[in-house]
Structure formats: C-alpha cells, structure tokens
C-alpha cells in the first residue's frame, strides 16, 4: 500500500501534464479545425458567387439550340426571318457546320476590324490605368470614406446615363459618342498631367476620364455588333475585337507604378496620346462606314427601277 500511495501522486501528475499537454493540443486541433472550416466556407460562398452561375449558363447553354433551324419553337416562317437577320447582306450560313471558309479570309483582310479594335484597346488601356492612378488621387484629397465612395460614384452615373441615352438613337452617329468619349478622356488626362498638385483639378480629370471610357467602351461593342458582318465573319472578327480588352488591360495597370506617386507622367502621357489615336481611328471608321454605305446604294440603284424606293435597313450605322 505505502509504494501504491507513494506512486499515486506521481501518477496523478503525469496523468494532469498529459491532459494538459493534451488540452493544448486539442485546443490547437480545434483553432486548426475552425481555421479550416472558416476557409472552406470562404472559398465555397466565392464558389458560390463565381461559379455557380457560369455553370449554370453552361448547362443551360448545352440544351439551348444552336442554330434557327433546330429551335422547335419557330415555324418556318420564323426560321427564315432569323436566318435573313443573321445574315445581314451575306449569303446564309445553313446548317451547324460553315462551309463558307471565304468569310474567313475576308473578315482578316477587312480595314474597319483593325481601327475597332484599336479603338477597343486604346479604351481598355485606359480602363485598366484608371483604376490604378484614381485610388491614389482620391487618397489625397483628405475626404471620408462616404465622400470617396460619392466622389466615385458620379463617373457611373454618367456613363449608365449616357449609355441609356445613346440606346434611345436609331443608331445613327455613334463616331459622335465614341469621339466624344475618347475627348473626355483626352481632356481628363491633359489637366492631370498639367496640373498634378492641384486636388481640384485631378479631381475633375478623374471625373472626365471615368466619364469617357464607359460612355465610349460600351458604345464601341455595339458599334461592331451592329456594322459588321454577322455569323461567320463577325465571329471571326470578334477575337481581333475582343483581344484588346486583357492586353489593355494589363498594360494600362502596370504604366502607372507606385514609386511615381500620383506623377505618373509616363504612364498619363501615353494614355492621352493613345485616346488621340482611337479619335482619329473613329473618324477613320465613321468614313469607311459612310462609304461602304455609298457604294451599296449606288449597287442597289443600279439594279433597282428609278421610281422605287431604296432599301436602307441593312446600311452600315454609324
């Protein structure tokens, strides 16, 4: 008895230790298990609001028909029309695979693709470059969070205002709203570069440059959606348009370092001189649309009897 009751204590103590050695390692077990449960659920509320939708327009998009001919809805009559309204002035692509390779080589070797997409990536660059100076102008204004969000807000505004307005046109005279966008821009950048410590004018070139990429970004997409050749030509094109949205992108975002504080000169310098060019690219566009519209009328007028009415519907807008 007495060598079981010398032993108990010792016992005893090695048996606390252990669960307090363990109690410790629980604890850590648990901090660990509640970290990870903390995470996964994180990354599913993310998988949640990134994925999910895009998984689900897929699968939506696997049992949506591809082409007018296969949608059970339409009657032939209905069918026909899609099809014309794809078409729009070419020859109709029937059936799921193209067979008019033609359309290929002439959507490469058309002129408008190229100033469309320089004008799409010259407003992209500039996209990508405000959202890296304005953060740090904004900064130091000394204004609260609510009036920042305020001072933010208002590019918006009138970019969704402008959109709206120019969806009212019957779409006619978008060179005025892109040029008019590619100015703003050009403006805002001038009065940055110009006057680099005065917050109030930063503060209004901000506000004009935000003001003219999403007035005139948007406008660009719907500008080649409804002058460009559908189908097979326009999907062909449509990387060439849609390339210079990342590269744009991503060098607008690293013309601006932060070594140069809010004095990027480099970095303004070259966007103004690149929105001058997507000016002058939209002139160049709006002629070439213009033209393409002569022609076509001089075609048709050719064909057609002096007294009847000339058909514009399928022209060129511009």
């Known amino acids: ?43 599913s509320f993310l998988f949640f609001v990134q994925y999910v939708p895009i998984i689900f327009l897929l699968v939506v998009s696997w049992f949506a028909s591809n082409r007018p001919e296969s949608i059970p809805l339409y009657t032939n ?85 402008m959109l709206f307005t120019t969806s009212t046109m019957d779409r006619k005279n978008r060179v005025l709203v892109v040029f008019g966008g590619c100015f703003a821009e050009t403006i805002g950048h001038l009065l940055v570069v110009l006057a680099p410590h005065s917050m109030q004018v930063n503060a209004i070139g901000a506000f004009l440059v935000y003001s003219g990429i999403y007035t005139a970004v948007g406008i660009i997409i719907v500008w080649f ?30 013309m601006y370092p932060s070594t140069d504080s809010f004095l990027c000169w480099c970095g303004f310098t070259f966007t103004c001189a690149l929105q001058v060019w997507a000016m002058i690219c939209s002139i160049i566009l709006y002629k070439l649309c213009k033209q393409d519209n002569v022609k076509r009328r001089n075609e048709l007028d050719a064909k057609s009897d002096p007294g009847a009415m000339v058909d514009t519907s399928t022209d060129q807008v511009y």
């Open 1 to 43: 008895m007495a060598g079981e009751e010398k032993f108990a204590p010792i016992s005893e103590q090695f048996v606390l230790e252990t669960l307090v050695r363990e109690k410790r390692r629980v604890r850590k077990l648990a901090i660990a298990i509640l970290l990870i449960i903390c995470l996964l659920y994180f990354v």
């Open 77 to 161: 009559c209905d069918r026909l029309i899609a099809l014309e309204r794809g078409a729009y002035r070419t020859d109709l692509d029937r059936g799921l695979f193209v067979r008019l390779k033609k359309h290929f080589i002439v959507a490469l070797s058309d002129r408008r693709i190229l100033f469309c997409s320089t004008i799409h990536y010259a407003l992209n660059f500039s996209l990508g470059s405000a959202s890296s100076f304005l953060p740090i102008i904004v900064k130091t204004f000394g204004y609260t969070n609510a009036h920042t969000l305020f001072i933010l807000l208002l590019p918006y505004i009138v970019g969704t205002t």
């Open 225 to 254: 959606v409804h002058s460009f050749s559908p189908e097979t030509r326009k999907f062909a094109q449509m990387p060439f348009l849609l390339i210079g949205q990342p590269c744009g992108v991503m060098l607008g975002a690293i």
